[in-house]
């Protein structure tokens, strides 16, 4: 297997620069997820990797080797693609050895490979079909068959879930983390579900303009994030945000605007101008009795059954806030209640910049 270096990497299409100095290291056998918003070039530095598209200026190295000027076919690398990319004339079976054939392996050799490829992926049974007796699923298990057989030192998959129903790409990001498990080898992954980032990666990398907005592990990123894209982008439900000051009072650093007045931690001396970011999960709602210091009168708008959790649509300082919390909630809309934040959940960002404040 083998490790995987961005250095400084710019790419321009004519005068659209797509890639800002980007600079990444991915280690040996690590499961990196680039993750993002559509068009913020994630897809972009994948194929830089994979040789499909040349860079701009900087650096590419796979193994501390210097990639830039060989051909895709001498990078060892292996893409699986969003669109699976099937010869539809072949057998399940032609598809895999394609490639192989092409460079000439011995029949023996390559006999082997594929039916060790389609019992990781249990798609043995499968082997004389074509692609059109084929689920959307087993298809994708194909490509990434395709790839296995490669014996490649880096996998990249290319949001290769988008084109699959729910239940299934639920069932094939558990069979890809098995797969990582199995091959103990080097994936990056490019999706814009950042539910797939938190689920599968060992680090995640997320992009946004073309410039990396912050890399770490997944209750890193979500725990701590670095600024107000990486904690809105990051999170199902998405965080709330809420803008106000910073000031002294009360024996400490409060957080306030014209209906909130709260004590925070941890935001040392800063003062001024701030967004208040608090997790849907970290906010408690209450019906009734007298309130609490630092609570947050709100108007319940919607209420979503989600099964065991409940979203509640609210009203709260001027902005629209969502909470999530248990299915027991009774609360209807057009009723005022009251919100406490936990401490533990709160996140506050400079207002001009956006930047997390320590």
Known sequence: MASVTFKNITKRFGSNEVLHDVSLQIADREFLVLVGPSGCGKSTLLRLLAGLED??????????????????????????????????????????????????????????????????LQIGPLLKRTPRQLSGGQRQRVAIGRAIVRDPKVFLFDEPLSNLDAKLREEMRIEIAKLHQKLATTIIYVTHD????MTLATRIAV???????????????????????????????????????????????????????????????????????????????????????????????VVELLGYRKNVHLKAAGAKVLASVGAAFGGE?????????????????????????R
């Open 55 to 120: 860079t701009t200026d900087g650096e590419i190295c796979i193994d501390g080797g210097i990639v830039n000027h060989l051909p895709p076919r001498d990078r060892q690398i292996a893409m699986v693609f969003q669109d699976y990319a099937l010869y539809p004339h072949m057998t399940v079976e032609e598809n895999m050895s394609f490639g192989l054939r092409l460079r000439g392996i011995a029949r023996a050799e390559i006999d082997n490979r594929v039916l060790k490829a389609a019992d990781i």
């Open 194 to 197: 950042q539910v797939e980032a």
């Open 207 to 301: 992009i946004n303009g073309g410039r990396l907005q912050q890399v770490g592990a997944p209750p890193e990123v979500f725990g701590r994030p670095e600024n107000m894209f990486v904690a809105g982008f990051i999170g199902s439900p998405t965080m709330n945000f809420i803008e106000g000051t910073l000031g002294q009072g009360g024996g400490g650093l409060r957080f306030r605007t014209d209906s909130v007045d709260i004590p925070v931690l941890g935001a040392g001396g800063a003062e001024g101008p701030a967004v208040l970011g608090v997790r849907p999960e970290a906010i408690h709602i209450e019906r009734g009795g007298a309130p609490a210091d630092g609570s947050v009168a709100a108007e319940v708008e």
């Open 333 to 357: 809309p057009g009723e005022t209640v009251r919100l406490r934040f936990d401490p533990a959940g709160l996140h506050l960002f400079e207002k001009t910049t956006g930047r997390r404040i």
